[in-house]
């Protein structure tokens, strides 16, 4: 079994400050772990991904998120938020048991970037 | 290239109605998932066709079914519609199938039962 806890509904920055989206999974299996961004309308696009390789990924525009096992958390961070950045972002874990799997979705963190 | 295309973008049915929603994955990519996301219930994960053999099945009830076909385009249907299943619908296609593949999503279908 699996799960997936996105620890904020809403986070509000000002541009230019960091940014901090915090995940928390639990899986019974070796998971790979994703963050993927949607605006408004649009379909859903890869930030980045985890896959049992560096527990430090870098990701696209500045992101870079941090496996950390013992916490089993997978935190995405930026240095410094753009007002482009203002989206929904989605936490999702994926393990196979038996050759099977199901890719499980966060309820979303909504960022809010103010000018 | 271009990216996965999903038909129609919106849709209007009524109860009892059945739908057929259509995906175009990226030219190479074998696998193709689908997914329902709802303000509710968030974003779920219906199943994944690959190769068209259906390989993995979300929790959902028989009434939605898909299929792909030997180009690597895929259908999803749901027969006898119900309000709950006001959704959007996205389509998601990756090279392979497995716990590592990047997915790349179309930009959904949005569907409404009235």
């Known amino acids: 079994a699996q799960s997936v806890t996105q620890l904020d509904s809403h986070v509000s920055v000002s541009e230019g400050t960091p940014v901090l989206l915090r995940c928390n999974y639990s899986s019974s299996y070796s998971p790979s772990l994703f963050w993927y961004v949607q605006h408004p309308n649009k379909g859903l696009q890869l930030l980045l991904k985890?896959?049992?390789?560096?527990?430090l990924v870098k990701g696209i525009n500045g992101f870079e998120a941090e496996f950390k096992k013992s916490e089993t958390s997978f935190h995405l961070t930026k240095p410094s938020a753009h007002m482009s950045d203002a989206a929904e972002y989605f936490c999702v874990v994926n393990g196979a048991s038996g050759g099977s799997y199901i890719p499980t979705f966060g309820r979303g963190t909504s960022l809010i970037v103010h000018p | 290239k271009a990216g996965v295309t999903q038909t129609p973008r919106y849709l209007i049915k009524t109860r009892g109605q059945q739908v057929t929603l259509s995906c175009s994955p990226i030219?190479?990519?074998?696998?193709v998932s689908w997914y329902q996301q709802t303000p509710g219930q968030g974003l779920q994960f219906l199943f994944e066709?690959?190769?068209?053999?259906?390989?993995n099945k979300g929790n959902f009830p028989g009434r939605f079914s898909g299929r792909q076909f030997s180009n690597s385009r895929s259908e999803m249907n749901v027969s006898t519609l119900e309000l709950g299943d006001s959704a959007l619908y996205l389509c998601a296609s990756s090279l392979y199938s497995g716990v590592q593949e990047t997915q790349y999503f179309g930009p959904g279908t949005r569907l409404l039962v009235l």
């Open positions: 066709y690959f190769s068209e053999t259906q390989r």
């Open positions: 030219s190479g990519h074998r696998s």
């Open positions: 985890y896959t049992s390789a560096a527990t």
